[in-house]
């Protein structure tokens, strides 16, 4: 007897992928899930469940106190790097062209870990042509390495790492490494969280 062509090993084989973006998109009805970005070594990594974005205490390159918040309706990311990663020196000129090219429709800014001195900060972001982004210090511990603090917003699981706030000021993921914003794909994550508010 001959097995039914319908359910043969090959036709459950090739009826596959479209049976998984089935489930996919059954799915993202109720939980829209984003295109992939993906650079090197990392992916960007949705999380779960979302934490809203705190107003957050900095210190700005001239050494005042600042407060960060996200705006409704609008995307912002928050780069976090170190003088000592040698990664960030080639993420943060790509940050800096993300932000110059999209000032409009996304908000983007940078925020050192290591360097507490404005001065410092200031000339290594002129060194690595990332003048002009919106650059801020860690003076007061936004960010918390995993190790000594399990419940922080933000965790430095690697540097640089990259998080995106969505349009309803919740954390919606982020990415590790030097990512290419500038590419087709960063543009679809970054459109895909842009309407998200509509």
């Known amino acids: 007897m001959r097995d039914d062509p319908a359910f043969s090993r090959r036709t459950i084989l090739l009826a596959a992928p479209a049976l998984i973006a089935a489930s996919r998109a059954d799915a993202r009805s109720d939980d829209p899930w984003p295109p992939t970005f993906e650079t090197g070594r990392s992916q960007f990594t949705v ?7 705190p107003q957050l205490r900095l210190r700005d390159l001239h050494g005042k106190d600042v407060s960060l918040a996200a705006k409704p309706g609008r995307v912002l990311l ?10 960030c020196r080639l993420d943060l000129p790509v940050i800096a062209a ?7 429709r996304l908000d983007v800014c940078a925020i050192c870990t290591d360097v507490r001195e404005p001065g410092k900060v200031r000339d290594y972001l002129g ?3 990332a003048a002009g982004l919106t650059s801020y210090i860690d003076a007061y511990g936004v960010a918390a390495d995993p190790k000594t603090s399990s419940d922080a917003v933000f965790q430095l699981v690697a540097m640089p790492i990259t998080y995106l706030v969505g349009t309803t000021g919740q954390i919606e993921g982020y990415i590790t490494g030097a990512a290419d914003w500038l590419s087709p794909a960063g543009a679809d994550l970054l459109q895909f969280y842009r309407q998200q508010a509509r």
């Open 47 to 53: 999380v779960r469940p979302r934490a809203p974005m």
């Open 78 to 87: 928050i780069n976090f790097w170190a003088t000592w990663c040698a990664a």
């Open 98 to 104: 993300l932000a110059r090219s999209r000032a409009d």
């Open 127 to 129: 060194h690595t042509n």
